[in-house]
């Protein structure tokens, strides 16, 4: 039969199940009255013969069947009565849950948690990973690209592109329709908003950026490629469409305004659709400018003729018909011309072309990675719920084999009961998606909202069909997982002992089952905890480090008079006023300057020799880094000062040939001499500097870092980060440094203003969230397989209750019978703890790079985790071996 | 299986019920008593099989169904072939027809 055909076939069969379903009382009623007069044809047609009504129907029914087991025949060999008999199947599995709500509440919960959080984690993953672009057109024919150096391994291979290589590859790329670029780093901008400044987030792209991506302006236009002439470009910006509708009131009259930004005039030409943001999470320009504009808008003279910076984001967009391998071949041969032209910066670089999604590609292996070990980490407590649920399955099959041996015996197919347990897991394991999704739902915001308010990162972490579909097949795999064991045994049933009530000898074997399931839970529990402990303990210890300067009481601001275009005077006067100003705030002891904040992104570095440059140097030349302050830094900064002096005011700002430097630097250079006197020389400088102070070693780049060695020298920037230090809480002071830098300077905004705090909030950002994470698996971990113990327990208790009778009755103590229980319930924990700390041991060692400051084999941590567990199984356990020593032996005899 | 009515081959009986509504449309009763008829009391139809198969028939669109009076005046369902059914009931003889060719062959040589 032609395929048409099937197809008419399949639809029709369809569309009259579907009758019989809905119009199900007619159908049933032409299919008796069709049926009704086919026995009544019969049996005239026997009379006829001779016989009597009731001889001929006893003939017709034993020659033809009778009337009701043809309809059934008829009845079940339609597709719709499978559906129906599911449909029964999970009426009668929603009666059963609503019979024990608390044990399907308590199951119907674990499973939730579990897949909630895997259903959060994997949210993240999709925002980040396989969530497109919002409002790019054909985003699968996007190709980034970046430049590889073939020397080095890891992400410090990978540069992004320098504005000369992206024009090279733009305009010589075949197999690409366009190439478009933009900035990496969102730049943030002081914009004038009517005499007031004001921070807002701006990103540099191409010309051709909107038009290839197919996004066009919802007002007004997009940028063009007119606008971004490296010869004459345009001061113009598209607006964002949130910035648009929260900062300017969905202003229809906008197009052709001018925003004062960083002290220039852009004309604002259009506004973005609502929900485009570019190409990178996490980022939501408020605008974007052409990128010719760069050495305006941030004021860095020769960026765009730069080999040396590598800055640029770049995607091309395919030719139809050309294919992703010819252009990355052609990449390659590009990259290849380039080197040869300039083989000093471009030495050894090739071009890697991928595939573009919302996290550029040599980052993404990381958040695979990191999504990887979470969603690792939550499938084991899913993993213990799961136990959970089949443990609890199997004790309810128990108490269910009469009625499983009932339906059996009354003609219920194996495989019909199989079914109905599976549903009956489905539907747990389903209502636990659900509430999973919820609970994810509710999650992800809440996770977003751990991180600094300072980081300005706007991640969208929809339900979208991918993490529905993700939830639904977790729910599906796991409802399977825990109830195939349960629904497979119970489809076993011995007919005759269990109607006998002969119980005993299946309820051992299932028994026997629950307690294999309780050791693996109590197993995969104790790899989980170590696992967590170590983690949470190695985050703790990484935190704790002290960073060599107070955090308790210390403010901090950052300001940029010189992208604003302020001549040195104008900058000297601005700073001058705002330190009386900020000086003469109640409370504030102190305040200064430092170019760059420790711990930061910002480092400049260079390297010293000691002596002049005349002197033979003693030594080699010891790699620094430098940090530019104003007088009083050590004292805001509560950084000791070992000996010498701090830069006086006369020597501020002023290159008067002298440096504080730290004591690694001082151990580097005279290990056990005083350095204070002595002279050091920068790499490349034709004069000396003098040591006129020594200060205490903190940490500069990362809390875990080894001493590094520093030098402050007293020279500043345009662009400086106050510190200010006060005696209470500096959270109370933002208000007042905002206001004073307003009072001082109309058009002055400070980028980052916050408490110290706050600052050290962003280093310790991923440590935070992934010790909360894993401390929360953990917990609930423990929670659950607690509850796991005491379910299984109580379930032998009762099973015994008999057994225990007779003990009591024979002379058997309290005491004796507490032991009883609780050495079964221990003895299960204390095989489930040897292996689980077997295994543990081994998986640590995998962890063990990750981890600061503690081994792999911690034995605190595994005594802990053992104390914990026992702890918690002898709480799980003492409940029902209570109620065992309450057995009244009379009426446990009694009972069967 | 001379003496006895026997159960018919397997998957056969869709293709009796064709050839008997091929001749004129009728109703299960009817369907039954003629199949049984011509192959003079070889075949007995269960009611359950015929009206399973009429059914499957149905809904594959080969036959389709009218209530009419008997003519005993009594209602009943009528079934008749469709087009489509007709065109089946002859490739499905044709194979039958080489099918029972080819076992006879088998059957006779050794």
Partial sequence: MSLVGNILTLLRSIASGLRSLFRKERVEKELDEELNGFLEMAIEEKMKQGLGRKEALRAVRLERGGLDATKEEVRSARWESFLEACWQDLRFAVRMLRKNPGSTAAVVVALALGIGMNTTVFSFANALLFRPPVGVEAPNQLLEIWLHNRQSSGIEGYLPLTYPDYTYYRDHGQSFEGMLAFDGDPHSVVWNRSGEGEIVQGQLVSGNFFSLLGVNAVLGRTISAGDDQASNPQPVVVLGHSFWQQHLGSDPGIIDKNLILNGSNYTVIGVAPPGFAGLLAGIEPDFWAPITMVEQIIRDKGRLSNRNGYWLLVAGRLKPGANARTAAAEALVLAHQIEQDHPDTNKNLDAITYPTTLVPAPYRIYVRAFAGLLLGVFA????????NAASLLLARMTARAREMTVRSVLGASRVRLIRQM???STLLSGLAGGAGLILAYWCAPFLLALKPASLPITL???IDWRVFLFATSLALITGVTFGLTPALRSAKVQAAPVLKDETQSAGRRKSRLRTFIMIGEVAVCVVLLVGASLCVKSLMNASSIDPGFDTQHVAVATLDPGSMGYSEPQRRAFYEQLTQHIRALPGVSSASFVNHLPMGPAREQTTVTAGAPSDEPLQGAVPVDVFRIAPGYFQTMGILLLRGRDFGVSESDEPAGVAIINEALARRLWPGADPVGQRITSGGDKSATEIIGVVKTGKYRTLGEDPIPVAYLATLPPRRTLVLRTS????FLLDAIRREIQTVDRNMAATDLETMQQYMSLPLFPARTVGLLLGASGVLALVLTCVGLFGVISYIVSQRTHEIGIRVALGARRGDVLRLVLKQGLSVTAIGLALGLGVALVAARLLSSLLYGIGPND???LIGVSVALTVVALLACYLPARRATRVDPMVALRYE | MAEKPGDLVQGTLDMLILKTLALEPMHGYGI????????????????????????????????QSEWKATENSRRAKYYALTEQGRKRLNSETREWGRQVAAIARILEAS
């Fill in chain 2, 32 to 63: 039954a008593v003629r199949i049984e008829q011509v192959s003079i009391g070889v075949f007995r139809v269960n009611a359950g099989s015929l009206f399973v198969a009429l059914q499957r028939l149905q809904r594959a669109g080969l036959i």
């Fill in chain 1, 422 to 424: 599976l549903i009956e």
């Fill in chain 1, 380 to 387: 084991l407590v899913l993993l213990i719920a799961c136990a």
């Fill in chain 1, 460 to 462: 969208r972490t929809p």
């Fill in chain 1, 859 to 861: 034995p605190a941590t």
């Fill in chain 1, 728 to 731: 209470g809480d500096p959270k």
